[in-house]
T-cell receptor, first 112, second 119 residues
């Protein structure tokens, strides 16, 4: 059983469309991070959210941390082919543990 | 800094052979992690070190796997003997822990991985 479930698992959309990816758990996280992984490379950190209800924007990407700090979402506006990749959420269970739990991942393909 | 450096990038070996994967973390980072990634199981934590000391190796699949960190700038993951089911991409990552115990905003820095194929 995965601690962090992401949905959808796969997503294929046309360039210019909007999309939302979800990261859900029954556990409370002290912080949550989103990573993007491109083929042949390791995951790269996009953002960290810490406070319940927090919203962070990174150009066309909007990240939200749930009020109860159990879930998060990533919304992409006007997707571009360069957004293609594997999106991973990762949660920190408790301060001081320094052990991130990674989600199951969402594989996004943006078709030109 | 050149980032986390892993070698080799690709490794093809025969079943039963010993495989050694290498990692150089970012200078100054005090945590080092070894992960394995497959399509079926996603990203799995194998073991992690703090200041060169192994903290949690509960993710190591079995005794065939071992990891060492002889100094702050080098770590190895060894599989002996290797089996076809060990085929995966192995990642090394490093991080710097906040004095108050909270993960710094820049999170984990991953290497480019080693793609291992055991035939």
């Amino acid at each position: 059983t995965q601690l962090l479930e992401q949905s959808p698992q796969f997503l294929s959309i046309q360039e210019g469309e909007n999309l939302t990816v979800y990261c859900n758990s029954s556990s409370v996280f002290s912080s949550l991070q989103w990573y993007r992984q491109e083929p042949g490379e390791g995951p790269v950190l996009l953002v960290t959210v810490v406070t319940g209800g927090e919203v962070k924007k990174l150009k066309r990407l909007t990240f939200q941390f749930g009020d109860a700090r159990k879930d998060s979402s990533l919304h992409i506006t006007a997707a571009q082919p360069g957004d293609t990749g594997l999106y991973l959420c990762a949660g920190e269970i408790q301060t001081g543990a320094n052990n991130l739990f990674f989600g199951t991942g969402t594989r996004l393909t943006v078709i030109p | 800094d050149a980032g986390v450096i892993q070698s080799p990038r690709h490794e093809v070996t025969e079943m039963g052979q010993e495989v050694t994967l290498r990692c150089k973390p970012i200078s100054g980072h005090d945590y080092l992690f070894w992960y394995r990634q497959t399509m079926m199981r996603g990203l799995e934590l194998l073991i992690y070190f703090n200041n060169n000391v192994p903290i949690d190796d509960s993710g190591m699949p079995e005794d065939r796997f071992s990891a060492k960190m002889p100094n702050a700038s080098f770590s190895t993951l060894k599989i002996q003997p290797s089996e076809p089911r060990d085929s995966a991409v192995y990642f090394c990552a490093s991080s710097l822990w906040h004095p108050l115990g909270r993960l710094k905003d820049y999170g984990y820095t991953f290497g480019s991985g080693t793609r291992l194929t055991v035939v």
